[in-house]
C-alpha cells in the first residue's frame, strides 16, 4: 500500500517571502503521478500543481513549483511570492498511474501567509 | 453545473439516524468519487463510479455505508445507524474521464451526536 507523510503540520511565513512545504511517500509502483491540492476554509480541493512520475523534469505552475526527487521518494512544493490568498492546507497526494483514480493523501500542511 | 455540488453543506443527526449525503458533479462527468476527510487528517477514498455501475467501492467502511449513482449522473452517500465516528467532512469529486483532472466539491460535514 501507498503511504504519503508530510511531516509540517503548520508554517507560517510573510507575504513576499518563499516557502517550501515537504512531503515524502512510500510505494513499491514505478509509475505514478503526484499532486499538491490546496484546500482554503470553503473545503473545496483544487488542484495545485501535477507531476507525472516518467517525467525528469519538475513541474512549474506559476508561482509553485516542484522539487521531485523520485529515487529518494520526495516531492516537495515551492511557493515563490507568497501572497495573502496562499494561506490555506496544503495535501500532498499519489496516484497510481493504472487502475482507479484513487488518491492517497498526505496528513496535510496548514500554510499562514501573514501580511 | 458549473461545478460539483453537495448537500447538504452540514448535516447534524443523532446516533442511531440514518443519513443520505448528495452530489450532483459537473455535466457530462462519467467518473464520481466519494472521499471521507475526519478532523486534522487527508481525504480518504471511499468508492469510485463509472458511469453508473460502483467500480471501486473498497474504500467504504463497513455495510453500513453505501452509496448509489442510477443514471449516471448524481450519486447519494448512505450511511445507515451513524455512530459518533462517522463525524467527518464527506467530499464528492468528477473527472471527464477515467484519466482526467478530479474536480471537488465543498463537501458535506456531517456530525454525530
Known amino acids: 500500500a501507498q503511504t504519503v507523510t508530510q511531516s509540517q503540520p503548520e508554517m507560517s511565513v510573510q507575504e513576499a517571502e518563499t516557502v517550501t512545504l515537504s512531503c515524502t511517500y512510500d510505494?513499491?509502483?514505478?509509475?505514478?503521478?503526484l499532486f499538491w491540492y490546496k484546500q482554503p476554509p470553503s473545503r473545496q480541493m483544487i488542484l495545485v500543481i501535477r507531476?507525472?512520475?516518467?517525467?525528469?523534469q519538475n513541474a512549474t505552475e506559476n508561482r509553485f513549483s516542484v522539487n521531485f526527487q523520485k529515487a529518494a521518494k520526495s516531492f516537495s512544493l515551492k511557493i515563490s511570492d507568497s501572497q495573502l490568498g496562499d494561506t490555506a492546507m496544503y495535501f500532498c497526494a499519489f496516484m497510481k498511474s493504472e487502475g482507479a483514480q484513487k488518491l492517497v493523501f498526505g496528513q496535510g500542511t496548514r500554510l499562514t501567509i501573514n501580511p | 453545473g458549473a461545478g460539483v455540488s453537495q448537500t447538504p453543506s452540514n448535516k447534524v443527526t443523532e446516533k442511531g439516524k440514518y443519513v443520505e449525503l448528495r452530489c450532483d458533479p459537473i455535466s457530462g462527468h462519467t467518473a464520481l468519487y466519494w472521499y471521507r476527510q475526519s478532523l486534522g487528517q487527508g481525504p480518504e477514498f471511499l468508492i469510485y463510479?463509472?458511469?453508473?455501475?460502483?467500480?471501486?467501492d473498497s474504500g467504504l467502511p463497513n455495510d453500513r455505508f453505501f452509496a448509489v449513482r442510477p443514471e449516471g449522473s448524481v450519486s447519494t452517500l448512505k450511511i445507515q445507524r451513524t455512530e459518533r465516528g462517522d463525524s467527518a467532512v464527506y467530499l464528492c469529486?468528477?473527472?471527464?474521464?477515467?484519466?482526467?483532472?478530479?474536480?471537488f466539491g465543498e463537501g458535506s460535514r456531517l456530525t454525530v451526536l
Open positions: 510505494t513499491s509502483e514505478n509509475n505514478y503521478y
Open positions: 469529486a468528477s473527472s471527464l474521464s477515467f484519466a482526467g483532472e478530479l474536480f
Open positions: 463510479f463509472q458511469g453508473t455501475g460502483a467500480a471501486d
Open positions: 507531476q507525472e512520475a516518467y517525467k525528469q
